[in-house]
């Protein structure tokens, strides 16, 4: 195991006689990468978790219940395998039908309980127009999706800059490493010569 010098933080900025002027850029793309990196994350973030949060808030204020009536009755479970059929909270779907809040009727499919004669009353969502939607998110899992989608668009919005960043710091690379061979080209063969 060979000895390793004490680090030299921030070493391409301080000055130096092998510091090179590809250091000094390769530095000053670091530093910039890093900030659009952290600016890009933190701006699609907040905005996506915004804007996630304001839709589900507009459902909460525009998606009511209203009571459906059952058109049909329900299925039932086949008796040898119930879990078959059954979806969600033990319920079946089945054709309903309800008013909008303009009064026109509409009809659909709707979760209901097993075997539910027609006529039955059950809660179903639908938006301002009458149609059929899901239960809008609570506030808690509104907070949790919008969170989320936060994360993961600020994840997301990190990955162009970083891409780009070490692009160009490869075509940096590049270039430090033809300068060396030049340099290496001109100057290694006065060092190969004997001295006796």
Known sequence: ?????PRVRLWRWRRSPLRRRCDVVEAWVVLGVWLVTVLAGVVAGWTAARSAADGLA???TAWRPTTALVTQ????PPTADPEAAVGQNGQVW??????APDGSPHTGRARVRPGSAAGTRVTVWADDRGRLVTRPATHAEARTRSAVVGVLAGAGATLVPCAAGRLLRARLERRRMDQWDAEWARFGPLWSRKTW
């Open 1 to 5: 195991m060979g000895f390793r010098g």
């Open 58 to 60: 507009r459902q909460r």
């Open 73 to 76: 009755r329900a299925p039932s």
């Open 94 to 99: 089945a054709k309903v039908r309800w008013s």
